[in-house]
């Protein structure tokens, strides 16, 4: 975010200060923390998806940008529109052109590269977050063109993810799919071990996944999505207004192979692939 003002040519401590709050993976505390900021009278919010939707319920009337965000924004009542949001909110969404199933089958596409053979895949996600449903709804649009079946091993908690992988085994699934929901990704290192468990190929969202472990990854770029909501941020302090800056979609993605975790489940990488990949993970 501190890139993206720069390149607006703003100079921290000159042309604005960063008053930041973190929620720590504890969604609870996000209304909180987002008064905590509005008591500051700040010129603009910037918030993290998982933050944007408790700044928008709590402080609707000050200036947001929302970043990475995964869901539909217009359905989430942040605008009106893509071109014009209307209002006081603005920001970027991860989703390439053509929504979260153009999305999923890129990323399954690239899977199937590595797990030819794939007759059943496991998702594990809740059955309440909006981009965990969207992400099955997206799978189950595009199974069928790559000739797989979706379960969903539903969880409710952290507590289910062990369960959850069990049930993977009884159902005969050949690869596992995580969510990149905020309750699993903020509880990373919780999740892996369980899901690394299981012995299978696994798949995921975002590139911390796949540098954490799971054999591959492949969204849009987060940092990159930071940067740019670095520059919005900068336009709004110039003077422009949130509800005249259009909601971007993401046009920087990153795909992460994981050849250790490739190597460990005795699965060959090709070299098209490989050269591919923005990352790999020796």
């Given at each position: 975010?501190?890139?993206?003002?720069?390149?607006?040519?703003?100079?921290?401590?000159?042309?604005?200060?960063?008053?930041?709050?973190?929620?720590?993976?504890?969604?609870?505390?996000?209304?909180?923390?987002?008064?905590?900021?509005?008591?500051?009278?700040?010129?603009?919010?910037?918030?993290?998806?998982?933050?944007?939707?408790?700044?928008?319920?709590?402080?609707?009337?000050?200036?947001?940008?929302?970043t990475s965000y995964?869901?539909?924004?217009?359905?989430?009542?942040?605008?009106?529109s893509y071109v014009?949001?209307?209002?006081?909110?603005?920001?970027?969404?991860?989703?390439?052109?053509?929504?979260?199933?153009a999305l999923t089958?890129?990323?399954?596409?690239?899977?199937?590269?590595?797990?030819?053979?794939?007759?059943?895949?496991?998702?594990?996600?809740?059955?309440?977050?909006?981009?965990?449903?969207?992400?099955?709804?997206?799978?189950?649009?595009?199974?069928?063109?790559?000739?797989?079946?979706?379960?969903?091993?539903?969880?409710?908690?952290?507590?289910?993810?062990?369960?959850?992988?069990?049930?993977?085994?009884?159902?005969?699934?050949?690869?596992?799919?995580?969510?990149?929901?905020?309750?699993?990704?903020?509880?990373?290192?919780?999740?892996?071990?369980?899901?690394?468990?299981?012995?299978?190929?696994?798949?995921?969202?975002?590139?911390?996944?796949?540098?954490?472990?799971?054999?591959?990854?492949?969204?849009?770029?987060?940092?990159?999505?930071?940067?740019?909501?670095?520059?919005?941020?900068?336009?709004?302090?110039?003077?422009?207004?949130?509800?005249?800056?259009?909601?971007?979609?993401?046009?920087?993605?990153?795909?992460?192979?994981?050849?250790?975790?490739?190597?460990?489940?005795?699965?060959?990488?090709?070299?098209?692939?490989?050269?591919?990949?923005?990352?790999?993970?020796?």
């Amino acid at each position: 975010m501190r890139k993206g003002l720069q390149e607006a040519g703003l100079a921290e401590g000159v042309n604005y200060a960063f008053a930041l709050r973190f929620a720590d993976g504890v969604f609870d505390r996000l209304p909180g923390l987002a008064l905590e900021l509005a008591a500051l009278k700040p010129r603009v919010i910037v918030a993290s998806a998982a933050a944007s939707t408790a700044v928008h319920k709590v402080v609707p009337d000050l200036p947001m940008v929302f970043t990475s965000y995964a869901a539909d924004p217009i359905k989430a009542g942040f605008a009106e529109s893509y071109v014009h949001p209307g209002g006081n909110t603005t920001g970027n969404v991860m989703n390439a052109v053509g929504g979260e199933e153009a999305l999923t089958q890129k990323r399954m596409g690239l899977f199937k590269e590595l797990v030819r053979d794939l007759k059943r895949l496991g998702f594990i996600g809740t059955a309440t977050s909006i981009l965990a449903v969207a992400e099955l709804n997206a799978l189950r649009s595009v199974a069928g063109h790559f000739g797989f079946e979706i379960v969903h091993h539903a969880i409710h908690g952290l507590d289910d993810i062990e369960s959850a992988v069990v049930s993977s085994n009884k159902d005969d699934v050949g690869a596992l799919y995580v969510s990149g929901e905020p309750l699993l990704y903020n509880n990373m290192a919780r999740v892996l071990p369980s899901v690394m468990a299981s012995g299978k190929p696994t798949v995921g969202t975002y590139p911390e996944w796949g540098r954490a472990g799971l054999l591959m990854s492949y969204s849009a770029d987060l940092l990159d999505d930071f940067r740019r909501a670095g520059i919005y941020a900068a336009k709004i302090l110039g003077g422009e207004k949130p509800g005249d800056l259009p909601i971007e979609q993401a046009s920087k993605f990153t795909l992460v192979v994981n050849a250790r975790t490739a190597k460990q489940l005795g699965i060959s990488v090709s070299p098209t692939l490989l050269t591919l990949a923005d990352e790999v993970i020796e």
